[in-house]
């Protein structure tokens, strides 16, 4: 009976998902299918874009090496530099949010930490971190803390000024009228730059890989390029599609589940 229960709720989620999405899975089934097709007739050389079987019958192939190996480290390297990053990056908003001379002093900087492309600062890390875990991280921190910075440095401007002086005239403080104002105001600007973040991060820890490193898809895919293995380098791309798409459904569910009311009543009304 409990089962029960609980699979009627999932099969109308499931439902409910289906139909939201059916015009999505509709136009990507078509797209294989005309994708296989145009390799199928050899319009495009199968050594440049193989075909969508092909390369579900690499992924199979490699499937042990892919998920026991290289998919655990690139996660890894996704985890602690986004970890770090939503850390960073809280502490740097909040700081500059409270201290006009913070903003001044490091705002600069945060923007030019992103006008140096990723791809000459990794071997400075390689460099400095050799080929550990640690370089990957640095480059998934540098490209993932930027939209977390901004977005909630920006959300915490959110909100009527009229609302915090009323708090402060009720004898609020300083901290009352950020915790019980400024911070919920904050979170949908929050979310939405943690789910800019997660992105780079698979990005950043792709990079990290085809520059330096012994694991990892990115990895995967560079030593698969350099020996014309089209089929298993798609493969790699298509785990790392998959691990961007997975993380990015995560944030929103988390979004969803400790959003504001005021959030969700905008959302529903918009």
């Given at each position: 009976?409990?089962?029960?229960?609980?699979r009627?709720?999932?099969?109308d989620?499931?439902?409910?998902?289906?139909?939201?999405?059916?015009?999505?899975?509709?136009?990507?089934?078509?797209l294989?299918?005309?994708?296989?097709?145009?390799?199928?007739?050899?319009w495009?050389?199968?050594?440049i874009?193989?075909?969508?079987t092909?390369?579900?019958?690499?992924?199979?192939?490699?499937?042990?090496?892919?998920?026991?190996?290289?998919?655990?480290?690139?996660?890894?390297?996704?985890?602690?530099?986004?970890?770090?990053s939503?850390?960073?990056?809280?502490?740097?908003?909040?700081?500059m949010h409270?201290?006009r001379?913070?903003?001044?002093?490091?705002?600069?900087?945060?923007?030019?930490?992103?006008?140096i492309?990723?791809?000459?600062?990794?071997?400075?890390f390689?460099?400095?971190?050799g080929y550990?875990?640690?370089s990957?991280?640095?480059?998934?921190?540098?490209?993932?803390?930027?939209?977390?910075?901004?977005?909630?440095?920006?959300?915490?401007?959110?909100?009527?000024?009229?609302?915090?002086?009323?708090?402060?005239?009720?004898?609020?403080?300083?901290?009352?009228?950020?915790?019980?104002?400024?911070?919920p105001?904050?979170l949908?600007?929050?979310?939405s730059g943690?789910?800019?973040?997660?992105?780079?991060?698979?990005?950043?820890?792709?990079?990290?890989?085809?520059?330096?490193?012994?694991?990892?898809?990115?990895?995967?895919?560079?030593?698969?390029?350099?020996?014309?293995?089209?089929d298993?380098?798609?493969?790699?791309?298509?785990?790392?599609?998959?691990?961007?798409i997975?993380?990015?459904?995560?944030i929103?569910?988390?979004?969803?589940r400790f959003?504001?009311?005021?959030?969700?009543?905008?959302?529903?009304?918009?």
């Amino acid at each position: 009976m409990r089962d029960g229960n609980l699979r009627a709720p999932l099969m109308d989620g499931v439902k409910r998902w289906l139909a939201r999405y059916a015009l999505f899975l509709l136009l990507m089934l078509l797209l294989l299918v005309i994708w296989e097709w145009v390799v199928r007739m050899g319009w495009v050389p199968s050594f440049i874009i193989p075909a969508p079987t092909a390369i579900a019958s690499s992924l199979y192939e490699h499937r042990r090496l892919l998920l026991a190996t290289h998919l655990p480290a690139t996660l890894m390297e996704v985890v602690i530099g986004f970890g770090l990053s939503i850390s960073a990056g809280i502490a740097l908003a909040t700081g500059m949010h409270m201290n006009r001379s913070i903003e001044k002093a490091l705002y600069p900087f945060i923007v030019i930490s992103q006008t140096i492309p990723l791809i000459a600062l990794s071997p400075v890390f390689i460099l400095w971190f050799g080929y550990t875990l640690w370089s990957k991280v640095a480059v998934v921190f540098l490209i993932a803390f930027f939209p977390i910075v901004v977005s909630t440095y920006d959300g915490l401007h959110q909100g009527d000024p009229e609302q915090r002086e009323l708090l402060l005239t009720m004898g609020a403080s300083k901290w009352d009228n950020f915790r019980k104002l400024q911070i919920p105001l904050a979170l949908p600007s929050f979310f939405s730059g943690l789910k800019m973040s997660v992105v780079y991060c698979v990005v950043g820890a792709t990079i990290g890989e085809w520059l330096g490193g012994s694991k990892g898809l990115g990895y995967f895919s560079r030593r698969m390029s350099s020996s014309m293995n089209t089929d298993a380098m798609f493969a790699s791309i298509v785990l790392l599609s998959l691990l961007g798409i997975t993380l990015f459904v995560l944030i929103a569910w988390l979004e969803k589940r400790f959003g504001t009311p005021h959030h969700a009543g905008r959302r529903k009304t918009g």
